[in-house]
C-alpha cells in the first residue's frame, strides 16, 4: 500500500491512517467520496496537560535517592541553590517550547521541532536513537522501580526476588500500553488521578518538615554553605543532576496536536507546571533537612522512608505506595507522549507506515503504543539498562539544545512566522548553551561512555541513507522495512517545510 496524502482506509476498516488538518489544507486537496479523515481529537485542556507535565517529571528520584546533587555540592545551602537554578532553568527551556509549540503547532516534540529548522536527517537521528534504545530503556527503567516498590510492602523482612519484581513490571507495562491504546479520556484521567497521588506524597513529606522548622529544628541549616567544597568538576555535575530531575517538562509538545487552545493551555499548562514542581522540589529538600543531616541523607538508600519513619511513625509504611503510584503515573505519561512521537514521525516518512495508523473509534495511535510495548519487554528481559541510558543521556540533552536554538534560527530566517506566545532571546539562549555545556561535560566526565553513546547515535546516519534515501530497494526489503518511500514525498521535504503551515505568513 503506497502512503497518500489523504487518509486510506485499511482493509479491515479498524484503522485510517493519520493526518493533519492543516496539511490537508496547505495541499488545497478534498478528501475522496466516502473517505474519513480520522485524526487524534483534541482531548487534552489545561488540567490534563498540567498533570502530563507534573506526573511525568515527578518519579521516584525526589522520594528515593536526591543525592546526586548534594554529593557534588558538598553543603546544604549550595545543594538547595542548584534546586531553584536547575528550576529556573528547566523553565526557561520549557517556555521556549512553549513558543515552539504554539508556532509550529504539530505533535512531535524535538523531532518536529528539529525537522522543521535543520531538515530531515538529524531528525531521523533523533527518532532513530528514541525509539530503539532510550524510550524502551527509559520506560523499562521506571518501571522496574515501579515493580520494586509495588512488592516492597509484601516482603518487609526479606529480599524481593528478581524474578517477582520483573513479572510485576511487566503486567505494569502491560496495563500502560493497554489503557493508551485502548482511550485517551481515560489515560489522562487516571494521569491526573496519579499526578494528585505525586503532589500528596509530597505534602506529606514538607507539611511534617514544615512544623519542624516551626518548633526550630534549624541545626543542619546552620552554616549552611559550610562543609565540603565543590570541586571544579562537581558543581557541573551537580547541575546535571538538577536537570535530569526536572526532566519531562517538553512532553506536552509530543501531543500539541491534541491540545484544546494550544495558545494558551501549553504556555499556562507549562508555566503552572514548572512553578508547582520547583516550589515542591525545593520544599521536599528542605523538609528532609530539618529531620536528615547531609551525612545521613548520603548513606540513606530511601530518603522519603528515613524520613516518615523518623516523623510518622508506622504510616511510613505507605510511602512505598505512594512511590510505586509515582513512577506508575511517569510511565503513563511518558509512553502517551513518546507514542505521539512515533506516530509523528511515521506520519512524516521515517517509521514504518503502519505506526501512522489511527484507531478510527477510539482515536489512539494503538499500532505505536503496541511497538512500543514490544520494545519495551526486550528491554526489560535484556542486558544493563542503565548502561544503555548512561550511553545515551547526552543524545537527549543535545537535540534538545538543538531544538531551542532553532527557535533563535528561526526568530532571524522566518521573522513573520505567527507567534502566539514569544520569549525574550535571552531565554533559549541561555537555555540551549547550558544543554551544550552538559554534553561538553559529559565528554569530558566520562569521554568512554559518552564515546559509545555518540557511536549507537550516529548509527542512525547509514540507517537514514538505507531506508530513507535509497529509492531502489528490492520488494522483499522494502516489505520487511515496511518503509516504502517515494522520492517525490523526500525531494520536497523543502518545499513542505514551508507551506506544511497555513497560519505562517509568507
Known sequence: MVRKAVAS?????????????TRLSSLGGKEPPGQEKVVLKRKISLLR?????IGTIIGAGIFISPKGVLQNTGSVGLSLVVWTVCGVLSLFGALSYAELGTTIRKSGGHYTYILEVFGPLPAFVRVWVELLIIRPAATAVISLAFGRYILEPFFIQCEIPELAVKLITAVGITVVMVLN???VSWSARIQIFLTFCKLTAILIIIVPGVMQLIKGQTQHFK?????????????????????????GWFYLNFVTEEVENPEKTIPLAICISMAVVTIGYVLTNVAYFTTISA??????????VTFSERLLGNFSVAVPIFVALSCFGSMNGGVFAVSRLFYVASREGHLPEILSMIHIRKHTPLPAVIVLHSL?????????????????????????GLAVAGLIYLRYK??????PFKVPLFIPALFSFTCLFMVALSLYSDPFSTGIGFIITLTGVPAYYLFIIWDKKPRWFRRMSGLITNSRRHTSWS?????SFPYVVR
Open 49 to 53: 496537560g498540567i498533570s502530563i507535565i
Open 495 to 499: 518545499h513542505r517545510k514551508f507551506t
Open 376 to 400: 519495551t519487554m526486550v528491554m526489560l528481559f535484556s542486558g544493563d539498562l542503565y548502561s544503555l541510558l548512561n550511553f545515551l543521556s547526552f543524545a537527549r540533552w543535545l537535540f534538545i
Open 414 to 419: 522566518r521573522p513573520d512566522m505567527h507567534r
Open 223 to 247: 552554616d549552611a554553605f559550610s562543609g565540603r567544597d565543590a570541586s571544579i568538576m562537581g558543581l557541573p555535575l551537580a547541575f546535571y543532576y538538577g536537570m535530569y530531575a526536572y526532566a
Open 181 to 183: 491504546g485502548m482511550s
Open 295 to 304: 551525612e545521613e541523607l548520603l548513606l540513606s538508600e530511601a530518603v522519603a
Open 9 to 21: 482506509t485499511i482493509s479491515n476498516g479498524g484503522y485510517l491512517q493519520g493526518s493533519v488538518n
